[in-house]
Every structure is written in C-alpha cells, then in structure tokens.
C-alpha cells in the first residue's frame, strides 16, 4: 500500500498553462506540506496545512494555491505557468506530536 | 533563519567501503531527519533523530544537539546506496523542515 501518492508522476505543459498536482496520504496523518526541489535539488517547503487549516506559507507567489479538501488530501494547483516552474514537487505528511514527515514520490513539472 | 550545511558535498566510495557524512546546523532543532534520494528520485526515510544514536542495518545516525552537529554512519557500501543524502532539520512549532544541499553519494564496483 502507498502511504503517500502524488497523481501525476509526469506533468509536461506549456508556458500560460493552469495545472494541478493532487497528494493523498493513508497513514491517518493530519499533517501535510508541499515541497519543491529545483534543478540543483535544493528542497524548500512551500505550504503547510493541518486538519484542513494552512500553517506554513513560504514566500510563493500567489499563482500557488493549495487545496485541502479534507486532512487527507492536499492538492496545489498552479496558474499562469511559467518557466521557473519546472521542479519535482513532493507532498508529505505527519502526525501532529510526531516530527517525522514521509514523502510521497514527487511530480516532475516541466514547462516548455 | 536556520542554517543547515553539509559535508561533503560528492563521495565515491567503493564497494564495501565505510563513510561518515556530516551534518551542522546553526540552532537548537525539534526535528533532524535523514532521508536517502535514490537515483529514482524517491525520498526515503532513514531515520529522525533530533538526539542520540539509532542503528538500523548498516546504517547508524548519532546526533550531538548540543554540538548543533549530526552524523551519518554507512558500512560496508553497496551499490543501491548511491544516491544523495540529505539531512533536515525543524526548530520551533509549524514542524517545517529545512534541507541541507546533500551529500551526492556514488558507489562503484
């Protein structure tokens, strides 16, 4: 069983173009965070929710814009592509009181 | 905020060899985890260890948080360890975790 999955594995789009990125996790956790590694494959945190609630907002334009339907989906849905935008993007998850966060296995954006 | 640096940078080991790869940061953490990004690009969990040492196989992970520093122990190396390790580090609530620039890690025949 995927503890967490990342739909799609492989995301190639044109500049201009609007795009999401869905992330479910099966652990119970009510914890979840977007990453992005860049081409050098530094890893930055994004965006941050619990229970449904953001708590971590990284200096990210505004065309990011996650989505919690409920504490076991996080999805982020970007607008207006833009070159810069290519990276791996990975979802993860914990437990509120438990530090350890598992990672799903990223989707790899590629804006032409 | 948190500064977190790793050492070093490229390592390429032999088949069957040990390596210590080194991590310091800059203030007191709530979390330290390691993780193992495989050439898939997968990032696997390897320990969380904010202090102390744990031992799983051949891999070993001791922290000094007092010293702001940690350690990660592979032994007798092997091919599927090739990849980039990379340690992160949280201090304070929100669990945000900081990542070091990794250790890229070869290991050959």
């Known amino acids: 069983d995927t503890a967490v999955s990342q739909t799609p594995k492989y995301l190639v789009t044109q500049m201009g173009n609007d795009k999401s990125i869905k992330c479910e996790q099966n652990?119970?956790?009510?914890?979840m965070y977007w990453y992005k590694q860049d081409s050098k494959k530094f890893l930055k945190i994004m965006f941050s929710?619990?229970?449904?609630?953001?708590?971590i907002n990284e200096t990210v334009p505004n065309r990011f814009s996650p989505k919690s339907p409920d504490k076991a989906h996080l999805n982020l849905h970007i607008n207006s592509l833009e070159l810069g935008d290519s990276a791996v993007y990975f979802c993860?998850?914990?437990?509120?009181?438990?530090?350890?966060?598992?990672f799903g296995p990223g989707t790899r954006l590629l804006v032409l | 905020g948190i500064q977190v640096e790793q050492s070093p940078p490229d390592l390429i080991l032999q088949e069957g060899a040990n390596s210590t790869l080194r991590c310091n940061f800059s203030?007191?953490?709530?979390?330290l985890q390691w993780f193992h990004q495989n050439p898939w690009g997968q990032l696997i969990n390897l320990f969380y260890?904010?202090?102390g040492t744990k031992q799983n196989g051949r891999l070993s992970a001791t922290t000094v948080a007092t010293e702001r520093y940690s350690l990660l122990y592979i032994s007798s190396s092997q091919t599927t360890d090739s990849g980039v390790y990379f340690c992160?580090?949280?201090?304070?609530?929100?669990?945000?975790?900081?990542f070091g620039t990794g250790t890229q890690l070869k290991v050959e025949l």
């Open positions: 993860a998850s914990s437990q509120a009181g438990v530090q350890t966060q598992y």
């Open positions: 652990l119970g956790h009510d914890t």
């Open positions: 929710y619990n229970n449904k609630e953001l708590i």
């Open positions: 203030d007191s953490v709530n979390n």
């Open positions: 260890i904010p202090s």
């Open positions: 992160a580090v949280s201090t304070g609530g929100g669990n945000k975790l900081t």
